[in-house]
């Protein structure tokens, strides 16, 4: 069992949480992610580690409320337990000799862009971040990326706060000015990555995507994570899991992994739900 030492509400629909969990605090560098249970009952999810304090032995999780396992887990309060903890998984994102980076972070996904961008900020590379939201309520972790940045742009869709746009809008204005990039990472909606590489292509800069597809078991056995990435002209099959979560944006199948990524969307709904009504039955 899992403790649950600090939680916090982000927005309304974005929570954070520390969990103690010394081991997996250890080992875990940005980008990689963990698999938990809320219960014995409960589904496995992957979420990426927002950050971690080793001393303390501290474990940071960021999440979305979407379906029935993250309306579980926001329930549980501070003194609590989770079920499962089990990490970190996954390749960590790639920093070495990167001198200079774009780091472009959409909704939720901004949790997992801030621990590489605060990775990079430490090692000494020069750090530009752009973050986008859908309106200012949906904010997250501004006060963190401007620490960790050298340069932030913050971008609204409604232009409720910060620029009016989308995260294209300064990396695009950047790369005509001829700025450059020893590599862009982005992380956050499918759509959004693949404009983000769209735009990184024609510049011939290096862009790493972060992908979360349907993840089971974290270990590569079933194949729920599956990608296609295409590698001169043919199909390659990777596993997110254990060959990710980091790809080079420039060979994934952004088409299909939307596809997939919208399969069981009628279902999860569903069991949101059933999962909203059986809490309000308790109360």
């Known amino acids: ?161 910060g620029r009016h746009g989308n995260v294209c809008v300064p990396l695009n204005e950047m790369l005509a000015a001829g700025e450059t990039f020893d590599t862009i990472i982005t992380i956050g909606p499918l759509i959004m990555m693949k404009f983000v590489v769209a735009a990184a292509k024609p510049y011939n800069i290096p862009c790493t995507v972060s992908m979360n597809p349907i993840m089971i078991d974290g270990t590569g056995m079933c194949g729920g994570c599956r990608l296609t990435l295409i590698r001169d002209g043919k199909p390659v099959t990777k596993f997110a899991c254990v060959d990710g979560p980091d790809f080079n944006g420039y060979e994934v199948d952004f088409d299909e992994a939307m596809s997939r990524g919208r399969m069981y969307a009628d279902f999860e709904r569903h069991a949101y739900d059933k999962a909203c009504n059986l809490f309000k039955k308790g109360e």
């Open 1 to 161: 069992m899992y403790k649950i030492v600090t939680k916090k509400e982000l927005n309304p629909t974005v929570t954070m949480m520390e969990i103690e969990a010394p081991l997996v605090a250890k080992k875990a560098e940005p980008g990689q992610f963990i698999i938990l249970r809320v219960d014995e009952e409960g589904e496995r999810i992957p979420l990426t580690v927002a950050g971690c304090d080793r001393e303390k032995g501290l474990v940071k999780i960021i999440f979305q409320i979407v379906g029935a396992t993250t309306q579980m887990l926001n329930y549980k309060q501070e003194g609590e337990y989770i079920q499962d903890f089990v990490g970190p998984l996954g390749v960590a994102t790639h920093t070495d000799g990167i001198k200079k980076v774009c780091i472009v972070g959409g909704g939720v996904g901004c949790a997992i862009a801030l621990p590489v961008a605060q990775k990079f900020h430490e090692l000494g590379a020069e750090v530009t971040s752009i973050i986008g939201f859908r309106n200012k309520d949906l904010l997250i972790l501004e006060d963190e990326f401007r620490a960790a940045s050298d340069r932030l742009h913050v971008m609204t869709d409604d232009g409720s706060y």
